[in-house]
């Protein structure tokens, strides 16, 4: 038997090859496919590295921001290790299919720094049909005048659900930019009640197939009310009607927002995993 070559960096000409890997799996790989539909594949466009095994890909990873891995057994999850063992840690998670980001991790671990948390099961959910219950009437995209207003929430929900303040580093110029780029797209869903923020969601990647749903909250005073539950709808029922699959991940532990997600109409299809550093 041959011996699999190492992982190899990808460039424009295996732009097709990366292309039918990611389509075999839409909804894990939209982070990634959503950049690379519209960017390609080359690392200074595409803001990180695409990493395959064999001539048919059957190994992919994404490195930048974060560390995605896509598709591969164990060898190929090997050699991505060595990859990234061979340069300095950049990225600020490791994340994706916990059947390749564990073992990732586990290859890893005694050459990283340690992990700040390990989400281990991550249950990742998907709808490709109008929601099962109303969605929020009052629940719309954010326009850019609103940026000043919605950012508080979008920094108490990264707080939140990260642990970390996103403006950490450069005064959250970084993170402001961000939100503001996803209001500029119409990614980002809000409800105001007397101007203030009392449900935000964002479609944090959207590619030609599948939109994936992220920072959903609820500002603390407004929950216990279904405001969760009847915003995402509002988020789902937009992704529908433009033909998207609607996509997200949630902790297993958080068992009222998983059952939240399944009133809607979500259905699990995988579980993720994520390694915070």
């Known amino acids: 038997m041959l011996r699999t070559a190492g992982a ?3 460039d424009d000409r295996d732009r097709s090859k990366v292309r039918s890997a990611l389509d075999a799996d839409p909804v894990a790989s939209c982070m990634v496919a959503s950049r690379v539909e ?5 690392p200074w466009r595409l803001g990180g590295e695409l990493w395959g095994v064999g001539g048919r890909l059957d190994g992919l990873c994404f490195s930048g921001a974060n560390l995605v891995p896509l598709r591969g057994d164990r060898a190929e999850v090997r050699h991505f290790a060595e990859r990234a063992r061979r340069q300095r840690r950049a990225c600020s998670s490791l994340v994706g299919r916990r059947e390749l980001v564990l073992p990732l991790w586990d290859e890893l ?13 991550q249950p990742l959910m998907a709808t490709a049909v109008a929601p099962a219950i109303a969605p929020d009437p ?19 929900m990264f707080l939140e ?7 950490l580093g450069d005064g959250g110029a970084g993170y ?10 119409g990614r980002a869903f809000v409800r105001f009640e007397q101007g203030e923020v009392v449900f935000k969601a964002e479609i944090g990647a959207l590619s030609s197939r599948v939109g994936q749903i992220q920072g959903v909250w609820v500002h603390p005073e407004w929950r216990g009310r ?34 939240a997600y399944e009133r809607i109409g979500f259905e699990q299809v995988g579980s993720f995993a994520t390694v915070l550093f």
Not at 176 to 185: D, F, H, K, P, Y
């Open 226 to 259: 279904g405001l969760g539950q009847t915003g995402t709808a509002a988020v789902v029922a937009h992704l529908v009607r433009a033909r998207r699959v609607a996509s997200l991940y949630v902790n297993a532990f958080n068992t009222p927002a998983r059952r």
């Open 38 to 42: 519209t960017v390609g594949v080359e």
């Open 138 to 156: 009052a629940v719309r995209q954010t326009r850019p005048d609103e940026l000043e207003r919605y950012l508080p929430a979008a920094i108490a």
């Open 109 to 121: 671990r005694e050459h990283w720094d340690p992990a700040r948390e390990v989400r281990p099961d």
């Open 8 to 10: 190899r960096l990808l």
């Open 176 to 185: 402001r930019a961000r939100v503001a780029e996803l209001i500029g797209a």
């Open 161 to 167: 659900e990260v642990g970390v303040d996103p403006r």
